[in-house]
């Protein structure tokens, strides 16, 4: 099903802002390979990537939120920033990091409107400066039987809902990430309907788990991990948390998400992580976490919305076997 992206060969210039860890971890990265001759591409070419794929950028300070966060141990920076799901920078694990050096992440402006009252366009610094910035540790379940532990920086996504004012007719929230295929190999492929959209519906991003995400571990987003401003939902599956988002628009009906389109019958619209719910081709019972679980470990079991049993209110009464 899956089809592999081809790469261009060339390649816009890395953004012209450069971070003191990138500089620093271009400078040391240089000098281990002055010596190497590499054809056809520059040292500092070289030196740039390596910076970018290893998650350097700047400083981002966040004020601890322990009722928000699990004490389980965190998942190791390196893992969180080269084990990625970002498809339009490529289908392999590995190729985030790779080739998500050439996303230009400011200036970046993400445009609000639909059903609200008050329609506008934020930029980074502006949605930085929109509610008091909070790191919390939570857990993220990917579909695929994988989990990690990471430390994210935001505050919850209902503080940007009221900012904008929705009318009673909003019924749903969708969430719209960037697609230039001059930035994003991957969009030159067909193997999803880009631009990704993803959705919620307005109880759920009103939920105060549903995280509005500008940072982790202590720093702005790396690229590969959906800078400059992406979502965090931590009790769905997380394909739900949509990355490098450019537009979020309040809707009066259920929106059609990339992944609904790619496989009706594989992915719903509410995707909650449901142990008693197999995907189609595979258990959802269990799960490995990224970097710990060795392959003789017996694996986790995956706990009912993620462990995060406060969401089960916004579900009483559904089926959650057909609203999958
Ligand atoms: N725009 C976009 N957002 C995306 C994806 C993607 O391919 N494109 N992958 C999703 C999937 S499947 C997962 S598991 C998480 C991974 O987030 P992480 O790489 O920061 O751990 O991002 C989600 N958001
Ligand atoms: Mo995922």
Same mark, same amino acid.
């Given at each position: 099903?899956? %089809?592999?992206?081809?790469?261009?060969?060339?390649?816009?210039?890395?953004?012209?802002? $450069?971070?003191?860890?990138?500089?620093?971890?271009?400078?040391?990265?240089?000098?281990?390979?002055?010596? *190497?001759?590499?054809?056809? *591409?520059?040292?500092?070419?070289?030196?740039?990537?390596?910076?970018?794929?290893?998650?350097?950028?700047?400083?981002?300070?966040?004020?601890?939120?322990?009722?928000?966060?699990?004490?389980? !141990?965190? $998942?190791?920076? /390196?893992?969180?920033?080269?084990?990625?799901?970002?498809?339009?920078?490529?289908?392999?694990? #590995?190729?985030?990091?790779?080739?998500?050096?050439?996303?230009?992440? @400011?200036?970046?402006?993400?445009? %609000?409107?639909?059903?609200? &009252? &008050?329609?506008?366009?934020?930029? %980074?610094?502006?949605?930085? &400066?929109?509610?008091?910035?909070?790191?919390?540790?939570?857990?993220?379940?990917?579909?695929?039987?994988?989990?990690?532990?990471?430390?994210?920086?935001?505050?919850?996504?209902?503080?940007?809902?009221?900012?904008?004012?929705?009318?009673?007719?909003? /019924?749903? +929230?969708?969430?719209?990430?960037?697609?230039?295929?001059?930035?994003?190999? #991957?969009?030159?492929?067909?193997?999803?309907?880009?631009?990704?959209?993803?959705?919620?519906?307005?109880?759920?991003?009103?939920?105060?788990?549903?995280?509005? *995400?500008?940072?982790?571990?202590?720093?702005?987003?790396?690229?590969?991990?959906?800078?400059?401003?992406?979502? +965090?939902?931590?009790? /769905?599956?997380?394909?739900?948390?949509?990355?490098? %988002?450019? !537009?979020?628009?309040?809707?009066?009906?259920?929106?059609?998400?990339?992944?609904?389109?790619? #496989?009706?019958?594989?992915? #719903?619209?509410?995707?909650?992580?449901?142990?008693?719910?197999?995907?189609? @081709?595979?258990?959802?019972?269990?799960?490995?976490?990224?970097?710990?679980?060795?392959?003789?470990?017996? !694996? @986790? !079991? $995956?706990?009912?919305?993620?462990?995060?049993?406060?969401?089960?209110?916004?579900?009483?009464?559904?089926?959650?076997? &057909?609203?999958?």
């Amino acid at each position: 099903m899956l %089809i592999k992206p081809s790469r261009g060969a060339s390649e816009p210039p890395a953004s012209s802002i $450069t971070p003191r860890e990138v500089y620093e971890a271009r400078r040391e990265f240089i000098a281990r390979v002055a010596a *190497t001759a590499v054809a056809g *591409t520059s040292i500092w070419e070289m030196a740039n990537r390596q910076a970018f794929a290893q998650g350097a950028t700047a400083r981002l300070a966040a004020r601890a939120n322990p009722a928000f966060s699990t004490s389980e !141990k965190r $998942t190791a920076f /390196k893992d969180a920033t080269s084990y990625n799901n970002f498809y339009e920078f490529g289908t392999d694990k #590995g190729d985030p990091a790779q080739n998500a050096h050439t996303l230009r992440t @400011r200036p970046w402006t993400v445009a %609000i409107e639909g059903e609200v &009252k &008050k329609p506008l366009t934020l930029d %980074i610094d502006s949605l930085l &400066k929109l509610a008091s910035l909070e790191e919390r540790v939570y857990r993220l379940r990917c579909v695929e039987g994988w989990s990690m532990v990471i430390p994210w920086i935001g505050y919850s996504l209902s503080n940007l809902i009221r900012h904008v004012e929705p009318l009673s007719s909003a /019924k749903y +929230v969708e969430f719209i990430s960037l697609a230039d295929p001059k930035q994003m190999p #991957g969009v030159r492929s067909g193997v999803l309907d880009w631009p990704y959209v993803e959705g919620l519906r307005m109880d759920e991003a009103m939920h105060p788990l549903a995280l509005l *995400t500008l940072g982790m571990y202590g720093q702005v987003l790396p690229n590969q991990n959906g800078a400059p401003v992406r979502v +965090v939902v931590p009790w /769905k599956y997380g394909f739900k948390s949509a990355k490098s %988002i450019v !537009k979020i628009r309040f809707v009066k009906e259920q929106p059609r998400t990339s992944w609904m389109v790619a #496989g009706p019958n594989e992915y #719903g619209f509410y995707s909650n992580v449901n142990p008693n719910v197999d995907h189609p @081709r595979w258990s959802q019972a269990s799960e490995r976490r990224i970097g710990e679980d060795g392959f003789f470990k017996p !694996k @986790r !079991k $995956t706990l009912m919305f993620n462990g995060y049993n406060e969401v089960a209110s916004l579900y009483a009464g559904m089926d959650l076997r &057909k609203f999958f």
